[in-house]
């Protein structure tokens, strides 16, 4: 069963616009961590946030997560042909067992058209 | 410094051959991760070593699956009689703390 909900499933835009892809969990989040996907490449590291209320920016990025650590969001303004790729959020600790290991969301595509 | 490195990049193989796939870490992480990304489907967990401790296999989808490392260095995860959903790109990933840093991956296409 998916661990983590991704929102929306695909998203297109046009240059300059800014967008939200969101990354839901029914339980508390421990550690909650966005990478960015393109096709035939690995995935990039974004960022990391572990706090309630927790907010973190790298150039027009920006992440958030929820006071209860039940949802995060990344925000990117002005968007650029870029930025477009797949854009996944991964959680560790849901089932507050094995450490270590990642679950992750189904993904968000993203497209910037110019 | 160097990225996680995997080899092959590509791999076409036949239905029920036997295939290895090689995982170079960040040098100094002790952790190291594989996961497999099949198509539209999100990244599955397969193995997980840390350090001299056994690693969690939890992830593993049968006995065909196994993974080795030697020591915080190369690991090798081999599929023996492959099948035809096997076919999927094997990510492989190392970290020190929290933050897993991923390998470009291997895509497996099983005919």
């Known amino acids: 069963s998916q661990e983590l909900e991704q929102s929306p499933q695909s998203l297109i835009v046009q240059e300059g616009k800014n967008l939200t892809i969101n990354c839901t969990s029914s339980?508390?989040?421990?550690?909650l961590y966005w990478y960015k996907q393109k096709y035939g490449e690995g995935l990039i590291f974004l960022m990391m946030l572990q706090k309630g209320g927790e907010e973190k920016s790298h150039e027009k990025i920006t992440a958030k997560l929820d006071e209860k650590k039940q949802q995060s969001s990344l925000h990117i303004t002005a968007s650029q042909p870029s930025h477009a790729g797949i854009y996944l959020c991964g959680a560790d600790g849901i089932r507050g067992s094995t450490l270590g290991r990642l679950y992750f969301g189904r993904g968000t595509q993203l497209t910037v058209w110019p | 410094g160097a990225g996680v490195s995997q080899s092959p990049s590509n791999k076409v193989t036949e239905k029920g051959k036997d295939v290895e796939l090689r995982c170079d870490p960040i040098?100094?992480?002790?952790?190291l991760y594989w996961y497999r990304q099949r198509l539209g489907q999100g990244l599955e967990f397969l193995i997980y070593?840390?350090?001299?401790?056994?690693?969690?296999k939890s992830g593993l989808p049968s006995d065909r699956f196994s993974a080795e490392r030697t020591g915080e260095s190369v690991s090798t995860l081999t599929i023996q009689r492959t099948q035809q959903e096997d076919s999927a790109v094997y990510l492989c990933?190392?970290?020190?703390?929290?933050?897993?840093?991923f390998g470009p991956g291997t895509r497996l296409l099983v005919l």
């Open positions: 070593f840390q350090g001299n401790s056994a690693p969690d």
């Open positions: 339980k508390t989040l421990y550690g």
């Open positions: 990933a190392s970290s020190r703390r929290e933050t897993q840093y």
């Open positions: 040098s100094g992480h002790t952790a």
